[in-house]
C-alpha cells in the first residue's frame, strides 16, 4: 500500500489562474482532509471530506472547494489564485473511526507567479 | 479559537542529552493533543496522541491541563531523532480537525 499519494508535485501558476489538486486515501480509508502549510508555518486545515460531502472547515474562503468521489478520492480547487496561496498543500486520509490516526501524503508544491 | 504555540523554532542537544519539547495551548474545552513528526524527506507522521498514554521510540508526553501544556520528553536523545516537530489539538466535537503550532526542529549532534 502506496499510502496517500497526492498529485502532482509541483505547480506553478500565476494569479488569476486556477488549480485541481487530487489525492488518493490510503486503502481502506473514507475521510480526506486537506491542509495548507506555508512556509515556516504549521499546516492549517482547509476542510475534510467524508460520504462525499465536506463534513468540517476551516477559515478559508469560497475560493477553496472540494470534491470527494465514491472510491474516497478528493480534489482540492483554488479559484482566481493569489501570491499568498504559495504554499505546501497536504491531504490527509483517515477512517471514520476516530481511534485511528491521520495518514499524510507528500503533499503538492503550489507556486504562484 | 484553539490555538498552539511551540515556542522554540529550533532545539539543538547533543546525543544522550534530555530533551524537552515545549507545547502550550489554549482551548477551554477538553482537548485532544498530538504530537507529529517529520523526518527529512519522510511524511509527517503521528508520534503519539495523549489520550494513549504511551511511549513512542522513547517520547512521552503529559497533558497539563492547568498549565494548558503538552510538552514532548525523552530522557536521552539519539541522533536519528532529529527531526521536525508539530504539535497539534484537536476538539472532541471536531472529527480530526487539527490545528498545529508552527513546529521546533530538534537537532541532535554526535
Known amino acids: 500500500d502506496a499510502g496517500v499519494t497526492q498529485s502532482p508535485t509541483h505547480l506553478i501558476k500565476t494569479r488569476g489562474q486556477q488549480v485541481t489538486l487530487r489525492c488518493s486515501p490510503k486503502?481502506?480509508?473514507?475521510?480526506v482532509s486537506w491542509y495548507q502549510q506555508a512556509l515556516g508555518q504549521g499546516p492549517q486545515f482547509i476542510f475534510q471530506y467524508y460520504e462525499e460531502e465536506e463534513r468540517q472547515r476551516g477559515n478559508f474562503p469560497d475560493r477553496f472547494s472540494g470534491h470527494q468521489f465514491p472510491n474516497y478520492s478528493s480534489e482540492l480547487n483554488v479559484n482566481a489564485l493569489l501570491l499568498g496561496d504559495s504554499a505546501l498543500y497536504l491531504c490527509?486520509?483517515?477512517?471514520?473511526?476516530?481511534?485511528?490516526?491521520?495518514?499524510f501524503g507528500d503533499g503538492t508544491r503550489l507556486s504562484i507567479l | 479559537a484553539q490555538r498552539v504555540t511551540q515556542p522554540e523554532k529550533l532545539l539543538s542537544v547533543f546525543k544522550g542529552a534530555p530533551v524537552e519539547l515545549k507545547c502550550n495551548y489554549s482551548?477551554?474545552?477538553?482537548?485532544?493533543l498530538f504530537w507529529y513528526v517529520q523526518y527529512s524527506r519522510q511524511r509527517l507522521q503521528l508520534l503519539l496522541r495523549h489520550i494513549s498514554r504511551e511511549s513512542i521510540k522513547g517520547f512521552t508526553a503529559d497533558l497539563n491541563k492547568g498549565e494548558t501544556s503538552f510538552h514532548l520528553k525523552k530522557p536521552f536523545a539519539q541522533e536519528e531523532d532529529s527531526a521536525m516537530y508539530y504539535c497539534?489539538?484537536?476538539?472532541?466535537?471536531?472529527?480530526?480537525?487539527?490545528?498545529f503550532g508552527t513546529g521546533t526542529r530538534l537537532l541532535v549532534s554526535p
Open positions: 497539534a489539538l484537536s476538539r472532541f466535537q471536531d472529527f480530526q480537525k487539527l490545528v
Open positions: 490527509a486520509s483517515s477512517f471514520r473511526d476516530r481511534d485511528q490516526p491521520q495518514h
Open positions: 486503502s481502506g480509508h473514507d475521510t
Open positions: 482551548y477551554s474545552g477538553s482537548p485532544e
